[in-house]
């Protein structure tokens, strides 16, 4: 689990970096367009990776021993939206580079030991988990923003194998959250890149499947894209599935977020 850790914070320092230099290349216009998230523009959704920084910061210091005052949520989600746009661009500059500083600087022993009270679940998770899920956010709202101006953008290539890596075990409880498997009929099972996707009263992504019922044929950064509803037309170029679901099929599962 440690290297998993390890992964998935370098995996979070990349994103930081690639999204930054992106960042701070921005007009005000550029600020304004819309953003992958249909209801967010370029700013909003830079808004939202920022004020979750600045939220999620306080529960890793305080495991880590130190003593950290911190505004309730919904005071910070107000600061963040009443901002103009370069203020909300310039403060993910900042709060997620700080956020990234502290758990940066955790010891190896910290890493595999320290548990996180997030506040909104019922108890504290493990170090891996609380990254795990920030991972999850930062790589599809990071995509939120670099597709406004690639529309061949992915999601970055090792933030997906490491996702799919935590989805197959301590982040598999997002996909009760992610996913609807009513939308289909009868239980299915799918091939993916990595390991594999397991449809009937519930959802699980596994690392391992034996004859799947039908076969996604796309990387591992769609998947991922799947999982958050943001493998849609145009962004879904090249990405088929084959055997008992389609690809319209898996997207009613996954509404996305």
């Keep these: ?37 249909s209801e967010w523009t370029v700013a909003q959704a830079l808004s939202h990776l920022g004020s979750g920084a600045e939220i999620g910061l306080a529960p890793i210091a305080r495991a880590a021993g130190e003593d950290v005052a911190a505004e309730d949520n919904q005071t910070i989600w107000a600061r963040w939206d ?3 746009p370069r203020a909300q661009a310039e403060g993910f500059l900042e709060h997620n580079g700080r956020w990234l500083d502290v758990v940066e ?52 290539a090792d933030s997906a194998a490491v996702l799919v890596d935590l989805l197959t075990g301590p982040l ?14 009868a239980p299915v099972s799918v091939g993916i890149p990595g390991g594999g996707l397991v449809i009937d009263d519930s959802v699980t992504v596994v690392d391992h499947l034996e004859s799947p019922s039908a076969t996604f044929a796309g990387p591992q950064e769609a998947f991922v894209r799947l999982l958050s509803g943001r493998l849609k037309a145009p962004y879904d170029n090249g990405v088929t599935v084959e055997g008992a679901v389609t690809l319209d099929d898996l997207r009613r599962v996954f509404p996305g977020f």
């Design 105 to 156: 600087a955790l010891t190896p022993e910290q890493r595999s030991s320290l548990t996180v009270d997030l506040g909104f679940l019922p108890e504290p998770v493990p170090l891996l988990t609380a990254v795990g899920m920030r991972l999850n956010e930062v790589a599809n709202h990071s995509w939120d923003v670099r597709v406004a101006f690639d529309a061949q953008a992915g999601v970055h």
């Design 1 to 37: 689990m440690s290297q998993l850790v390890d992964r998935t914070i370098a995996a979070l320092r990349a994103e930081h970096d690639v999204l930054a230099d992106l960042v701070r290349t921005l007009t005000d216009e550029q600020l304004a367009l819309a953003s992958g998230a």
């Design 82 to 84: 009443a901002s103009a």
């Design 172 to 185: 598999g409880f997002l996909l009760g959250f992610l996913a609807k498997p009513g939308e289909i009929a």
